[in-house]
């Protein structure tokens, strides 16, 4: 995922993050951030926010990381009162 992140390959990293909901590997916050921050890279702003808000299915709770990825990635894609709105 962190390869994919470095690469802004938004899509390879969603796909690394649901195989590992499907395998023994159990993805973790680092996982998700990861996979939010590729999607900011990748301008995928809506795709960012599917990550951050799917956290706490999985029992995570956003740390700042987490924050801060979603929010850069609606700012990447001009959606930036969608990043306010996070923090309400």
Known sequence: ISACEKGAVWQGAL??????GRTALEPDDISFNSV???CKEAGEWQAALVVFTS???FGFEPDYISYSSAIGACNTGA???RGLELLV
């Open 79 to 81: 959606e930036w009162q």
């Open 15 to 20: 796909a690394l993050l649901a195989a590992m």
């Open 55 to 57: 956290m706490d299915e």
């Open 36 to 38: 939010m921050s590729a």
